[in-house]
């Protein structure tokens, strides 16, 4: 068989499904940090969401329960979750007003991602059209495309608190249209949105015959007073799906434990729930630990409080941020409502930016810090980047005052010109 003539053959190529689908947040910019890493050098990484490393940890009583649940978690599940954990999730949502939430409309997932996922390759067929913010979580963008669907991105106006404008929404809405997707509170830019735009948002849902798609895996990191409404108790006639999980509000991201809650006529749904069933049981289930830390995390004392009320780690580092990133020449930010993000924008008369990923990528080799450009999030211009406000205040004094050491460089150089 050695001896045969080697033939000539096409290269193994991905999937033409994959042409327009991106997700820059772990794209290029993070694969140029960890050749950085490779070569020695320690990068400051302000690029995710994701609070272990920076030395966020869950609640004893979370871990606990997974813990003492393995002996139980060594076979598959129910493929729509456990049913004490099911239980806990649906009274999650009867305490916030939806009293006939039932386990039956609970569907647990290993975090909101697969659930994005299979949400949308459960309803979409090729051409449909989901509205969706931009910027974005780049997911929904993605998942969008991936299963034949097409992202139609409406705008968030940064002059307005960086809310959407019902009016446009709704001036994009087509007969292909299938859903419309609220990421509140909003990564990247931390907004969370008032009760009478989103009860705008319900009523396009409403007349126009749409899914209502909610993200709110932020919803309990909100600050200052700002009112957090889950877009579920807005109507009990709009069929919605709510998104939500353990990763951000009780720190355990690696659990990869998310539900998501159906409500409204779900009598009308039957046939699609009957197609996400079928995806449910085509991964067998959701990981069964992480299913059994769910009932302990919604009972019982809320740890995320401590740290989002002023002189929590949470609430000072985001005051930090957002105090810094203002004291440099041509960068504007607005302040976060929720979430663990800022979503500054470059003045492009200071800053001539042409490529935005390119300038990251320049941020990172000088100063090996490493920061989300505004693109990646399906943003309009190169003006924008997201850093998140997870690291100590000392770490984001000396992170900030790297990013504002590369800006007066730039504006040097932009002025030479």
Known sequence: MRNLRMQEFEDFTQSPKLQDVRYDVRGPIAQEAARLEREGHAITRLNIGNPAPFGFEAPDSIRMAMISNLH??????????????????????????????????????????????????????????????????????????????????????????????????????????????????????????????????????????LMLLSDEIYENITFEGAEMVNACTLSDDVFTITFSGLSKTWRVAGFRSGWIYVSGPTHRAKNYLEGLTLLMNMRMCANVPAQHAIQAALGGHQSIEDLIDPGGRLFEQRETAYRLLREIEGVEVHQADGALYLFPRLDPEIYPIENDEQFVIELLRQQKILVSHGRAFNWIDDNHFRLVTLPAVEDLEHAIGGIAEFLAEYRDAAARA
Request: proline share 7%.
């Open 72 to 209: 139980d978690a060594q076979g598959y599940s129910d493929s729509q979750g456990i049913y004490s954990a099911r239980i806990a999730v649906a009274q999650y949502y009867q305490a916030r007003g939806m009293t006939e939430a039932d386990p039956s409309d609970i569907y647990l997932g290993n975090g909101v991602s697969e659930l994005i996922s299979m949400v949308l390759q459960a309803m979409l067929a090729p051409g449909d059209e989901v509205l969706i913010p931009a910027p974005d979580y780049p997911l929904w963008t993605g998942a969008t495309t991936l299963a034949g669907g097409k992202a139609v991105h409406y705008i968030c106006d940064e002059n307005n608190s960086w809310w959407p404008d019902p009016e446009e929404i709704e001036s994009k809405v087509t007969d292909r249209t299938k859903a419309l997707v609220i990421i509140n509170p909003n990564n990247p830019t931390g907004a969370v949105y008032p009760r009478e735009i989103l009860e705008a948002m319900v009523d396009i849902c409403r007349r126009h015959n």
